[in-house]
C-alpha cells in the first residue's frame, strides 16, 4: 500500500508564503506524476499543481506564477512553494500521485489564508 505523507499547512496572512511536502512510502521513480490538489468548502477537488516522471510540470492558471512544485527523488518527497497567498488559496490541499494506473491520496493538509 503506498502512503503519502503531507505536512506543511498553515494559517498564514495574505501575500506570505508557505511550503508544503508531500513524502511518499515507495521509491519516486515509480511514481508517473505526482501533485497537489486544493477543496475549499461547498467548491469541487480541483488541481493545483503537478510534476511527471519526466520532470515535466502543470499549474492551475490561477497559481501560476506564484507556485513551484519541485521534488527530491533522493527523501521521495514532492514540495510545493506558494508564494503572495491570497484568500481564495485557502482549502484542504491534498497530495495525489499515479502509481501503476493507480490513484492514491494524502489525509490532507489545511491551509488558510487570513489577516
Known amino acids: 500500500q503506498v502512503q503519502l505523507v503531507e505536512s506543511g499547512g498553515d494559517l498564514v496572512q495574505p501575500g506570505g508564503s508557505l511550503r508544503l511536502s508531500c513524502a511518499a512510502s515507495?521509491?519516486?521513480?515509480?511514481?508517473?506524476?505526482m501533485g497537489w490538489y486544493r477543496q475549499a468548502p461547498g467548491k469541487q477537488r480541483e488541481l493545483v499543481a503537478t510534476v511527471y516522471s519526466g520532470g515535466g510540470t502543470a499549474y492551475a492558471d490561477s497559481v501560476k506564477g506564484r507556485f513551484t512544485i519541485s521534488r527530491d527523488n533522493a527523501k521521495n518527497t514532492v514540495y510545493l512553494q506558494m508564494n503572495s497567498l491570497k484568500p481564495e488559496d485557502t482549502a484542504v490541499y491534498y497530495c495525489?500521485?499515479?502509481?501503476?494506473?493507480?490513484?492514491?491520496w494524502g489525509q490532507g493538509t489545511q491551509v488558510t489564508v487570513a489577516s
Open positions: 495525489n500521485a499515479i502509481i501503476d494506473l493507480m490513484t492514491f
Open positions: 515507495v521509491s519516486i521513480f515509480r511514481i508517473y506524476a
